[in-house]
């Protein structure tokens, strides 16, 4: 089937999906719940050839493990799609509803966005996401997964599909891309007479290519270099959990923490103790010479070597249940690592690291730990970032964490939708315009 149509069935079954009510939906969505979990092996099957391609073809452990699928990944996909039939249908929301002089009554209301289009690599989880929220709201979706992916998202979109044509509803409402070709998928991103939106998930790579090639309307879902600031007022033994959490809780995912940035008059007390819990983790440290003069202090006299010796001999630096310590190069201070890997940078005040944080940074989650109110609102206010925190961890920016049930994506841009999607960002607003026979002088 050509993607020409592919879009052609996904602009009808939009008319029937724009038009559908809300107990339909939900009852769609129920159903596909079901299926998934009883079709779980079938499922399982599939994801295990995706993993076996996968490691023969030398994936990254952070990749295999979004990749991955187990029963109980698979129970919360279907109840991820439980919980967005239980979230209130945003559609037909009238948002506001004045009278003008001249007795026009203009009101807005939402609108489902249409088809929307979503391109995104080996995360078959975002299959089941992504159908739920574009049907909750109304929107066929045209899903575009990686090569990855291919046997997983196969058996997932035809599960769909047929709890679709069980409740009645066109099975086309959700389709798949078979093709995983870079000229197929320069040539969707170029689908404007069918896809009304287009929303990358992925890597910086991917979302380049798309931001960089689409002519589709694009929603862009960004990368994650997520920095947490240890303010000189911080809790230190706080900082560590929450470092803890943000670096090491899930290493492959986009709220991940990648970069710290370290108070200098605290640095040489906490720094220690950061290593320590950060070394039983494998974490490797790429900081500046500051924090790793701090560092030397983890295991005083171990190896008898000066901070920048144990730059320059990483091998030597990597002790068993420590951290292992290199140098920081400038491309360490902008890097999504998605791996074991954090760079530290060590600031003289808060305004430095302010500074630092929104050069390198990607726009997605900044976090500061600080007992200081002022220095908490100076960083809430200052810090360009769709999530900014104060005493917690980044791997909260999530829509299920923030109330939304499933997350379409995080966008990390400012036009039309930022941070966590929900059901709101798929929607578009139209004018409604009631009147008793005006005309216009």
């Not at 559908?20 to 969505?29: A, I, P, W």
């Not at 404007?192 to 992925?202: A, F, K």
Request: aromatic share 4%.
């Amino acid at each position: 089937m050509t993607l020409e149509q592919i879009g052609a069935q996904a602009r009808e079954a939009e008319k029937t999906l724009s038009v559908l009510g809300e107990s339909r939906k939900n009852q769609v969505l129920f159903q596909a719940a079901d299926l998934l979990w009883e079709k779980r092996q079938e499922i399982l099957a599939a994801n295990q050839e995706d993993l076996r391609l996968g490691t023969e073809n030398r994936m990254p452990d952070a990749l295999l493990d979004r990749l991955l699928l187990t029963e109980e990944r698979i129970a919360q996909m279907a109840e991820g799609l439980r919980q967005i039939a239980a979230l209130e249908d945003p559609i037909g929301e009238v948002l506001s509803m004045k009278q003008r002089p001249n007795g026009l009554v203009i009101g807005q209301k939402r609108v489902p966005l249409g088809v929307v289009g979503i391109i995104y690599e080996a995360r078959p989880n975002v299959t089941a996401d992504a159908f739920g929220l574009c049907h909750k709201t109304g929107n066929a979706v045209i899903l575009k997964g990686g090569s990855d992916a291919l046997h997983s998202n196969t058996v997932i979109v035809k599960i769909l599909q047929e709890a679709c044509r069980r409740a009645g509803v066109p099975g086309t409402s959700v389709q798949m891309v078979p093709d995983t070709s870079r000229e197929t998928a320069r040539a969707f991103m170029k689908l404007n007479q069918y896809i009304d939106v287009l929303i990358p998930r992925g890597g910086a790579g991917l979302i380049r290519t798309v931001v960089e090639n689409a002519t589709v309307p694009v929603i862009e879902t960004g990368t994650g270099n997520c920095h947490i600031y240890v303010d000189e007022s911080a809790d230190l033994d706080m900082a560590v959990r929450i470092i803890e959490n943000a670096k090491t809780q899930r290493i492959g995912v986009c709220n991940a923490c990648e970069s710290l940035v370290i108070h200098e008059k605290v640095a040489d007390l906490f720094l220690p103790k950061l290593l320590q819990c950060l070394g039983k983790k494998g974490v490797e440290i790429r900081g500046d010479k500051r924090s790793l003069q701090a560092a030397e202090r983890r295991n005083p006299g171990e190896t008898g070597n000066s901070a920048e010796q144990n730059f320059a001999e990483a091998d030597r630096a990597c002790i068993p249940g420590s951290c292992c310590l290199k140098e920081a190069s400038e491309e360490d201070w902008g890097r999504e690592y998605l791996d074991l890997i954090v760079s530290v940078k060590t600031v003289s005040d808060l305004g430095e690291a302010i500074a630092h944080i929104n050069r390198y940074n990607t726009g997605h989650s900044e976090a500061i730990i600080t007992e200081n109110y002022s220095n908490a609102q100076r960083f809430l206010n200052e810090v360009d970032a769709a999530a900014v925190y104060v005493n917690a961890s980044t791997r909260f920016t999530d829509g299920f964490e923030f109330g939304f049930g499933a997350e379409i994506g995080i966008s990390t841009q400012k036009l039309h939708a930022r941070g966590p999607m929900g059901l709101s960002a798929l929607t578009s607003t139209k004018y409604i315009i009631y009147g008793n026979g005006q005309v216009r002088e």
